[in-house]
């Protein structure tokens, strides 16, 4: 394991002390609040147990960076604590590679962590800075502002489904769809650099984790607000409708399916042509904040239909 974390990128220079230690020592930048998330991933729930150990690496450090870019934020520093029944039944340098491209790929560095002995999981504390009064919250979405999504959605919950039942799908022909829909499930990108260019537009933001609908919920009832949205504009990619071109199906993968990890953000609509031009990928208006209270969803056919607003229960079913 002293070797894995060897090999993985080096220490940014606001890290006094890094692994080793009996804590880490880091460094903020002067002036900046510090921003910190953590959650934690479990095979079978939040990964299928027959994934690839990179992928595995990749998605426990991306999943929670995404949670910094929710809130404008730039990732700095992570700590990573995983369990496992057996350490020598897990591939530690594919892991450890999937851990690294992250860190690579977002900039940041792994500080500290433990491993021990339990249930296959891996629970992930990451940490970023971010100027005071600029953080994107929850609470901000006001009465007119428009709904806006970056990047496709959807993808995800499909690629789950092509996973699980790979052969319902085995069109030679949709091989390069099957592909990019798994990778969108396995290899979720964090919006850092939209996150971060919406701070001063946006008036509320949320990742898409655990699906659009219990996401924009969360923004609306910590904003006392209602939404309209129209599931004619949700984005979606040519892989998703390649594989589903039931309207209805891929409406529901697009509204209620998690794991995509784009942002939905509320700002006012004057603000909208300033934010498209700032971030790196599409942002595409889905809707409208209205007052009140509820999420309302508009089909293809233009029928207004209520939907229940509830987020993932990670208890459900439970006594």
């Known amino acids: 394991m002293r070797q894995l974390l060897a090999d993985l990128p080096g220490l940014r220079d606001d890290v006094v002390l890094g692994p080793g230690d ?69 591939d530690w ?35 970023g800075f971010i100027r005071p009064g600029q953080a994107l919250r929850r609470d901000g979405a006001r009465p007119g502002d428009v709904i806006a999504v970056t990047g496709t959605l959807g993808d995800a919950a499909l690629g789950l489904s092509v ?45 898409v984790s655990d699906g659009l609908a219990a996401d924009l919920g969360h923004i609306l009832t910590a904003s006392g607000v209602g939404a309209e949205v129209d599931a004619a504009c949700l984005p979606r990619s040519p892989a998703l409708s390649r594989l589903c071109r039931d309207t209805g199906a891929r409406q529901r993968f697009q509204l209620s399916g998690g794991d995509d990890y784009e942002l939905c953000v509320t700002l006012p609509e004057e603000r909208l042509a300033e934010a498209v031009e700032r971030v790196d990928v599409p942002l595409t208006v889905i809707g409208r904040v209205t007052r009140g209270s509820g999420l309302r969803v508009r089909d293809g056919q233009g029928a ?16």
């Open 22 to 90: 009996d804590a880490a020592l880091l460094q903020p930048p002067p002036g900046d609040q510090l921003a910190m998330t953590t959650d934690t991933l479990i095979a079978g729930r939040h990964f299928p147990d027959d994934a690839d150990p990179a992928s595995v690496g990749w998605k426990s450090v991306a999943v929670n960076i995404s949670d910094l870019a929710a809130m404008g934020a730039r990732p700095a520093w992570i700590t990573m604590t995983v369990s496992t029944p057996d350490a020598r039944g897990i």
């Open 93 to 127: 340098r594919a892991f450890m590679s999937g851990v690294a491209r992250a860190l690579q790929a977002y900039g940041v560095s792994l500080v500290g962590g433990d491993l021990t002995r339990g249930p296959w999981a891996i629970t992930v504390c990451a940490l």
């Open 163 to 207: 996973w699980q039942s790979p052969h319902a799908m085995d069109d030679p022909a949709d091989a390069p769809a099957r592909d990019f829909l798994t990778r969108r499930l396995h290899w979720p990108e964090a919006r850092v650099q939209a996150g971060v260019a919406l701070t001063g537009l946006a008036t509320a933001a949320a990742d």
């Open 304 to 319: 207004l239909i209520e939907l229940e607003r509830a987020g993932y229960d990670h208890f459900a079913g439970s006594d």
